[in-house]
T-cell receptor, first 115, second 113 residues
Framework: DSGVTQTPKHLITATGQRVTLRCSPR?????VYWYQQSLDQGLQFLIQ???????AKGNILERFSAQQFPDLHSELNLSSLELGDSALYFC??????????????FGPGTRLTVL | AQSVTQLGSHVSVSEGALVLLRCNYS??????LFWYVQYPNQGLQLLLK??????LVKGINGFEAEFKKSETSFHLTKPSAHMSDAAEYFC???????????FGGGTRLMVKP
């Protein structure tokens, strides 16, 4: 158990819909990362938040957005869903500081199926 | 920008045989390098990491990897495969602490009895 929790575990929805994925980082971790794992694109970085602020953006579609709340949990919002958005979405968290070596701890993922 | 190439999307070994999973990276700055393992229907677990210092890094479950700057490689090895090692393995690079990870395409390791 990495200490990172993600809900829901599975999500099945239809094209055009909107969903929200939730992530709770390990206790004390200020940084949260979102990754997408799909068969055709592999594991891709989407977006990073640090202490409530967006830190870095990767290959995240404009239909997708995220935020990190004061209690440090994060949500990834996916809208106008397409079949190609079906994937496993991972959240990871890490410490921050002079001795941080970017060790990211991954949650179990949310499997999104768009029908 | 950094990138990672894992040679061989599938590797099959016999139980007790040497495991060698290949990883080459591209980075314009000294990299941080990682190997993660993913078991079916689970998240990613860190096997080992290279940040600075000793280039031979030991990880969990008997795995180790050697950072070779001249070859831009970070191959993962284990002297003797066990059935429980069957999983998907990902090599990743980061260019500074706190930065995102860039992953390779993954290598699925199969272990034959």
């Amino acid at each position: 158990d990495s200490g990172v929790t993600q809900t829901p575990k599975h999500l099945i929805t239809a094209t055009g819909q909107r969903v929200t994925l939730r992530c709770s980082p390990r206790s004390g971790d200020l940084s949260v990362y979102w990754y997408q794992q799909s068969l055709d694109q592999g594991l891709q970085f989407l977006i990073q938040y640090y202490n409530g602020e967006e830190r870095a953006k990767g290959n995240i579609l404009e239909r997708f957005s995220a935020q990190q709340f004061p209690d440090l949990h994060s949500e990834l919002n996916l809208s106008s869903l397409e079949l190609g958005d079906s994937a496993l979405y991972f959240c990871a968290s890490s410490e921050w500081g002079a001795t941080s070596y970017n060790e990211q701890f991954f949650g179990p993922g949310t499997r999104l199926t768009v029908l | 920008a950094q990138s990672v190439t894992q040679l061989g999307s599938h590797v099959s070994v016999s139980e007790g045989a040497l495991v060698l999973l290949r990883c080459n990276y591209s980075s314009s700055v000294p990299p941080y390098l990682f190997w993660y393992v993913q078991y079916p229907n689970q998240g990613l677990q860190l096997l080992l990491k290279y940040t600075t210092g000793a280039t031979l890094v030991k990880g969990i479950n008997g795995f180790e990897a050697e950072f070779k700057k001249s070859e831009t490689s970070f191959h993962l090895t284990k002297p003797s495969a066990h059935m429980s090692d069957a999983a998907e393995y990902f090599c990743a690079v980061s260019v500074r602490a706190g930065n995102m990870l860039t992953f390779g395409g993954g290598t699925r390791l199969m272990v034959k009895p």
